[in-house]
Nanobody, 117 residues
Framework: QVQLVESGGGLVQAGGSLRLSCAVS???????????MGWYRQAPGKQRELVARLSTAGTTVFAESVKGRFTISRDNAKNSVYLQMISLKPEDTAVYYC????????WGQGTQVTVSS
């Protein structure tokens, strides 16, 4: 069974930075290296939304709200995907998750990002 483990969240002041990591483990075979990977977030009272995605060819797509501030990368050898976030804003506060895009793996617990003003 494939598992997703996100880490790297925390409490940061507005304007600060964080780097999130996601490790994919389990019966992944070639799952990680052959799928688009994405980072999603869910703020309190809101639906989960896609923040960024990265194809196996290196093509990236970002939500308008994070363009120019977030960077997504992956390490296929480590079955890991990363989200570098800079110039964080209070509206970035959410639980952040990784998954394939479209998502088809059971969601992990996510990692909480809280940005104070």
């Amino acid at each position: 069974q494939v598992q997703l483990v996100e880490s790297g969240g925390g409490l940061v002041q507005a304007g600060g930075s964080l780097r999130l990591s996601c490790a994919v483990s389990g019966s992944i075979n070639s799952l990680f290296s052959t799928n688009v990977m994405g980072w999603y977030r869910q703020a309190p009272g809101k639906q989960r939304e896609l923040v960024a995605r990265l194809s196996t060819a290196g093509t990236t797509v970002f939500a308008e709200s994070v363009k120019g501030r977030f960077t997504i990368s992956r390490d296929n050898a480590k079955n890991s995907v990363y989200l570098q976030m800079i110039s964080l804003k209070p509206e970035d506060t959410a639980v952040y998750y990784c998954n394939t895009y479209p998502s088809f793996i059971s969601w992990g617990q996510g990692t909480q990002v809280t940005v104070s003003s």
